[in-house]
């Protein structure tokens, strides 16, 4: 079982929709990082967040370090928005690294 | 501002080649990674620095080298290519590990044959 779960794995939704991606992990955290990935492009990121709510423009990320799990949300879902969203996650104790959720490939379709 | 800088973005190998993935950034940041991404995978680390003259390996380190002389530069090092290092290696940077965002380059896609 991967430390860092993403559902869903696949999402196509209508232009417009209301977008939730959720991430779980199984290891205490000291910060949970949201990157979004173009086909074919590089990696960006979009959040990184230890507690509570983030936004930004049309993107809106939360966090429950309690229950272990986050999610990302987009409103007014556009074609742009169409890429793979990946969860990543600073262990507290370990090693000096991210470890990756598997992504969530989102399409949105006009 | 250039960010993080990876060349070249596309290469073919031959079994048994050997080749350096450059990655140069330009944010003076003292930790910088590289990952492979398989598909359907998650980001593998390969390799990580957390400043000049100072490396250590990550998940997948092996087939790999890796050398950090300046604040800017980290190239991977591929000796004796093989068919299962056929990947997309991104190299990512920041300003050290503590909640700051890695920041990626645009990735090199590699392809062993």
């Known amino acids: 079982k991967n430390e860092v779960e993403q559902s869903p794995q696949n999402l196509t939704a209508q232009e417009g929709e209301f977008i939730t991606i959720n991430c779980s992990y199984s290891?205490?955290?000291?910060?949970l990082h949201w990157l979004q990935q173009h086909p074919g492009g590089g990696i960006v990121s979009l959040f990184m967040l230890s507690s509570g709510k983030k936004k930004h423009g049309r993107l809106i990320a939360t966090i429950n370090i309690q229950e272990k799990h986050s999610s990302l949300h987009i409103t007014a879902s556009h074609p742009r928005d169409s890429a793979v969203y990946i969860c990543a996650v600073y262990p507290h104790f370990g090693n000096e690294k991210l470890t990756f959720g598997t992504g969530t490939r989102l399409t949105i379709i006009p | 501002n250039a960010g993080v800088t990876q060349t070249p973005k596309f290469r073919i190998l031959k079994i048994g080649q050997s080749m350096t993935l450059q990655c140069t950034q330009d944010m003076n940041h003292n930790y910088m990674y590289w990952y492979r991404q398989d598909p359907g995978m998650g980001l593998k680390l390969i390799y990580y620095s957390v400043g000049a003259g100072i490396t250590d390996k990550g998940e997948v380190p092996n087939g790999y080298n890796v050398s950090r002389s300046t604040t800017e530069d980290f190239p991977l090092r591929l000796e004796l290519a093989a068919p299962s290092q056929t990947s997309v290696y991104f190299c990512?940077?920041?300003?050290?590990?503590?909640?700051?965002?890695?920041?990626f380059g645009d990735g090199t896609r590699l392809s062993i044959l």
């Open positions: 990512a940077s920041s300003p050290d590990r503590k909640n700051q965002p890695q920041h």
């Open positions: 290891v205490g955290i000291s910060a």
